[in-house]
């Protein structure tokens, strides 16, 4: 096979996905390996390189890191794509998750800022097979299983009928530029150990055992969407239609057990307002409580619990305290909101930037009316460095922040857009940009107790 042979197959496999059409444009990750750069080649030949931007990440955590980085660099220059390169600050916590997390951030912001349509990673059906093997031996559950989508939200994925040793070879006759990652050969990673250790042992047992995973993973998907829609109408037809979150017991149990398990986890995600790890043994404990006289609550874990009382099963989820009421704050000035008090003060520029534990704002860009709160779902922002907004929810989960102290930290708005969360975010918005004339400076505390008159 040729060179242009080589990158006319990749051209077809993208187009055969479905997943891109004509009119699409699209940031394309490129890592410097294999994968990324068959579906950066695939991509530009099959859209025009106008359409594509590419995005790498250099976290400069291993040897080979600036390798990686000029491959992806000679790569773009031959498909004269864009290329934007970013390279973040020290990563908390669970490498590999931290990585992922500033990797698609990274690319949708760019996707923001270029106006494309879409994100395109280059995972294989590899990659499927691999993750589908780890899933099975560390989360119980089908649901586990369905990672690595063609599709999910604004990511495509469209190499997915490919399998790496294809990759390989297509990125070798093709002749585009690429790097090894070393690390994908370290054990100590579990996914690194599945691809070393166990998917060879499972192709001398079947040559297609790859395919056969992943084939396995796409009919799980379907039939995971045919099985909502039957839980829905059997939960309307026992009176537990939607926003329902209780059902009489009786009903359940005339009800094959895996449709006992799966109304019983829709109707706890109803009350909890996120995913309940609900699996066949809470299921069959819920239905005996429920069967008994006495009743009782199980817990769910989040906050989350099943109420059995009066051969009915109920949930619900934990009760916030009512939220403090908001309050005004002057420039300069102090605002108490619950325990907490924000304190904004007034400095002459230059400052320099800080955050998020103290919030230094373009005075002149707070010109609406300034107001302290807590949390209110739904709340987006535009955290600083980002060209998109995100929900608080997803920066208190990015950031940490424990369940108990998210409904009590500061929220500062101006105008009723969000400025400042207090030690998570400063907002694009307000940001200091440039020389300024005048600086605020914002700063939170949690205040001592008040006592009662019997203490003073």
């Not at 070393?196 to 499972?202: F, K, N, R």
């Not at 009782?296 to 939220?323: Q, S, Y």
């Not at 500061?410 to 400063?426: D, K, L, M, R, S």
């Not at 907002?427 to 914002?442: H, K, Q, Y």
Request: some cysteine; hydrophobic content about 45%.
């Amino acid at each position: 096979m040729s060179n242009q042979e080589a990158l006319a197959e990749l051209v077809g496999i993208v187009r055969r996905s479905g997943l891109l059409d004509r009119s699409s444009s699209a940031v394309v990750m490129v890592s410097g390996g294999a994968d990324s750069a068959c579906a950066a080649a695939g991509l530009a030949g099959a859209f025009g390189a106008e359409g594509v931007h590419a995005m790498h990440v250099n976290y400069g955590l291993r040897a080979g890191a600036d390798e990686g980085e000029a491959a992806a660099r000679r790569l773009c220059a031959m498909l004269r794509i864009d290329l934007h390169v970013e390279r973040p600050g020290e990563l908390a916590g669970n490498l590999q998750a931290a990585a992922r997390t500033v990797r698609y951030d990274a690319a949708e912001r760019l996707r923001d800022r270029a106006g494309a349509d879409l994100v395109v990673s280059g995972h294989t059906r590899t990659d499927v097979a691999e993750t589908v093997l780890y899933r099975l031996a560390s989360s119980p559950g089908a649901r586990a299983l369905l990672g690595l989508a063609p599709r999910s939200g604004r990511v495509v994925r469209p190499l997915l009928a490919l399998e790496r040793k294809r990759v390989r070879e297509l990125v070798e006759l093709a002749g585009l530029p690429y790097a090894d990652d070393e690390t994908n050969e370290e054990p100590v990673f579990a996914r690194n150990r599945i691809r070393a250790e166990v998917l060879p042992v499972l192709r001398e047992i079947n040559p297609a055992a790859e395919r056969n995973l992943a084939e396995t993973r796409a009919e799980l998907a379907e039939e995971s969407e045919l099985l909502e829609a039957v839980v829905l109408d059997a939960l309307a037809g026992a009176g537990a239609g939607a926003g329902a979150v209780a059902i009489d017991a009786r009903a359940l149990a005339a009800w094959p057990p895996a449709l006992q398990r799966l109304a019983l986890r829709a109707l706890a995600e109803r009350a909890a307002g996120r995913s309940v790890a609900l699996g066949r043994a809470r299921a069959a404990q819920i239905l005996r409580l429920a069967s008994t006289p006495e009743g009782g609550t199980i817990e769910l874990g989040g906050g989350a619990e099943a109420i059995c009382e009066a051969r009915h099963v109920r949930f619900v989820a934990a009760e916030l305290d009512a939220a403090p009421r908001p309050a005004g704050l002057a420039l300069p000035g102090r605002a108490r909101v619950g325990e907490w008090e924000v304190r904004a003060e007034l400095h002459p520029g230059p400052v320099d930037p800080a955050g998020p534990d103290l919030a230094t704002l373009d005075a002149a860009a707070l010109a609406g009316p300034i107001e302290v709160r807590t949390w209110r779902d739904g709340d987006r922002m535009r955290p600083l460095g980002m060209t998109g907004t995100k929900t608080l929810q997803d920066l208190f989960t990015d950031c940490g922040v424990p369940r108990s102290l998210r409904h009590a930290l500061p929220v500062v708005t101006v105008g009723g857009e969000i400025a400042w969360v207090a030690g998570v975010a400063v907002s694009e918005t307000f940001r200091l940009a440039g020389e300024v004339e005048r600086v605020a400076v914002l700063r939170a505390r949690v205040l001592e107790p008040t006592p009662s008159a019997g203490q003073r």
